[in-house]
C-alpha cells in the first residue's frame, strides 16, 4: 500500500479551454513532451482545494496548457464580447467579466482589477 500523501492520474496532456489532447503541432506540447510516457499520458499530482480533491477538469486547468486553435480563437472571441482575457483564461476560468481597458488593440481587453498583470 502506498503511504504517500500525494494522489497521481495519468492523464493525456489536453487544452485548457476546450479539453481537446494536445498535438505535437500545437506550441505548448513541447511544454510536457518529455514528460509523456509510451502512452501518450503524464502521471500528474492530483491536488487538493478547499480540502477536496480536485477533479479530472480541474487538474486540466491547472496544467495551463492550450491548443494554437483556442490560443488564437479565445482572446478574439473574448474582445468580440467585451469581456477581460485574464479573467477568462486564468484559473479559476472563463469569469466573464467586463474588460473596460484596451490593451491591445482589436484583441486584448482587460478589467480595472486585473490591468496590474498587463503593468508588469
Known amino acids: 500500500m502506498d503511504d504517500s500523501p500525494w494522489t497521481y ?8 479551454n476546450c479539453k481537446n489532447p494536445l498535438t505535437e503541432k500545437d506550441d505548448d506540447f513541447q511544454h ?6 509510451e502512452n501518450g499520458e503524464i502521471n500528474q499530482t492530483v491536488y487538493y482545494t478547499d480540502g477536496e480533491l480536485n477533479s479530472l477538469e480541474q487538474t ?10 483556442c490560443r488564437i480563437e479565445i482572446p ?3 474582445f468580440e464580447k467585451g469581456l477581460c482575457f485574464m479573467c ?3 484559473p479559476p476560468l472563463f469569469e466573464e467579466n467586463p474588460g473596460t481597458i484596451v490593451i491591445e488593440e482589436g484583441k486584448i481587453l482587460s478589467c480595472e482589477s486585473c490591468k496590474w498583470w498587463w503593468d508588469e
Do not use: F, H, R, W
Request: proline letters at 3%; a negative charge; glycine letters at 0%.
Open 32 to 37: 510536457v513532451e518529455e514528460e509523456i510516457d
Open 76 to 78: 478574439k472571441k473574448l
Open 60 to 69: 486540466i486547468e491547472q496544467m495551463e496548457l492550450q491548443c494554437d486553435a
Open 9 to 16: 492520474i495519468n492523464l493525456i496532456p489536453a487544452c485548457k
Open 88 to 90: 477568462y483564461d486564468e
